[in-house]
């Protein structure tokens, strides 16, 4: 089952440029994460926001969540090639007690050198 | 940190055999692990949950028995695709979920190719 849409699908951007990508789920949740998919490759947990925060930045990554849209929102700035992957939202409703993560559609990031 | 093994990283297996992959959880009792599946450039799709000691739950659409999973103890799931078929052929991760400050923890996926 999918929890929602990501918009864009892919996104290519120049190196240094800002990447934004956005995420929309369908039922109330707990928490919602991010997480970065190298091409074949396993899941890496990017940043975690909780239902009673509407920001929150780590590093480069900037995080939004508004509960009444049932939307968030991943902003990459100063992107670098190295930030060429998928990149998925997921939404858990009992976080890390046995509830399920349900992940978005994923945006597949291209940073150009 | 948590750290969760998964093997092996590619398989290939004829039409009809079974093939078993193994999800351990190495620094952490994993009291639930979840199998997805993800086909190229797609999401990844809940196919289970599993606890520790019990049967798995599987999602809608999921063949019970044509991906069994099992957690026998707190630190290894598997999965076994049996009387496997090409459109079985995809991507399998696994992920664990343990202490609270642990998270959910992914291995590093299973390429299925059945021929």
New interface residues.
Partial sequence: ??QGEEDPQALSIQEGENATMNCSYKTSINNL?W?RQNS??????LI?IRSNEREKHSGRLRVTLDTSKKSSSLLITASRAADTASY?CAT?LR????G???????T?LSVKP | GAVVSQHPSRVICKSGTSVKIECRSLDFQATTMFWYRQFPKKSLMLMATSNEGSKATYEQGVEKDKFLINHASLTLSTLTVTSAHPEDSSFYICSATGPLEYGYTFGSGTRLTVV
């Avoid at chain 1, 399920?100 to 994923?106: A, E, P, S, V």
């Fill in positions: 089952s999918q994460q997480y074949g490759r396993g899941l890496v947990h975690l998925f858990a976080y890390n007690q046995g399920k993560l349900i992940f978005g559609q994923g597949e």
